[in-house]
């Protein structure tokens, strides 16, 4: 059974930091496309960032610089490592498995339950 | 980066309905268009990928077309279960943005 699971999320003042953590089970992280995708309370979805099969990293551009994607094979796990962080940062942050096609995405085919991330003074 | 943009972005609609929703990209992204369903609380859920394929599991009521920049999610006769919000998502660029939403109420 294919499982995510994230952590790592809570209060932070502006300007701090966060490391979310999504342990995966039933599949090989490290062979597959990985996104984290967050919602604002109240708003809708807004892609964030994704990690590629063969490494390569990708991010919003409301994001770029300040957020950044990894994982680690041997524990079969994605991270988002946050800093200097918004208050418009505050959201749940879900994180997902991306289906390949041969030219493009197909979807995201499994998300976590998320993690609150809150920002506030 | 390529927008997207849902209509209607809420609407009612009641049990035994058809019901559709169209999405419409900012340029071309061919067939690379994914539906998601979303309840109060609960992560989203993968519907239709690829503009028509139905995700495995997904109820055969749930239906999808279009191509290049305009697109529909039809489902062909509304469930109690069905009230919820719906996403499509471009999957063509790297920045995979989705739409506003749908919100679809009794």
């Known amino acids: 059974e294919v499982l995510l699971v994230e952590s790592g999320g809570g209060l932070v003042q502006p300007g701090g930091s966060l490391r979310l953590s999504c342990a995966a089970s039933?599949?090989?992280?490290?062979?597959?496309?990985m996104s984290w995708v967050r919602q604002a309370p109240g708003k809708g979805l807004e892609w964030v960032s994704i990690i590629y099969s063969g490494g390569n990293t990708y991010y919003a551009d409301s994001v770029k610089g300040r957020f950044t994607i990894s994982r680690d094979n041997s524990k079969n796990t994605v991270y988002l490592q946050m800093n200097t962080l918004r208050p418009e940062d505050a959201a749940v942050y879900y994180c997902?498995?991306?289906?390949?096609?041969?030219?493009?995405?197909?979807?995201?085919?499994?998300w976590g339950q998320g993690t609150l991330v809150i920002v506030s003074s | 980066d390529i927008q997207m943009t849902q209509s209607p972005s809420s609407l009612s609609a009641s049990v035994g309905d058809r019901l559709t929703i169209t999405c419409r990209a900012s340029q071309t992204i061919n067939n690379y268009l994914n539906w998601y369903q979303q309840k109060p609380g609960k992560a989203p859920k993968l519907l239709i990928y690829?503009?028509?394929a139905l995700q495995s599991g997904v109820p055969s009521r749930f239906s999808g077309s279009g191509s290049g920049t305009d697109f529909t999610l039809t489902i062909s006769s509304l469930q109690p279960e069905d009230f919820a919000t719906y996403y499509c998502?471009?999957?063509?660029?790297?920045?995979?943005?989705f739409g506003q939403g749908t919100k679809v109420e009794i």
């Open positions: 690829a503009a028509s």
């Open positions: 997902t498995r991306a289906m390949e096609g041969i030219a493009g995405g197909l979807g995201f085919d499994y």
């Open positions: 998502q471009q999957s063509y660029s790297i920045s995979r943005t």
């Open positions: 039933g599949f090989t992280v490290s062979d597959n496309f």
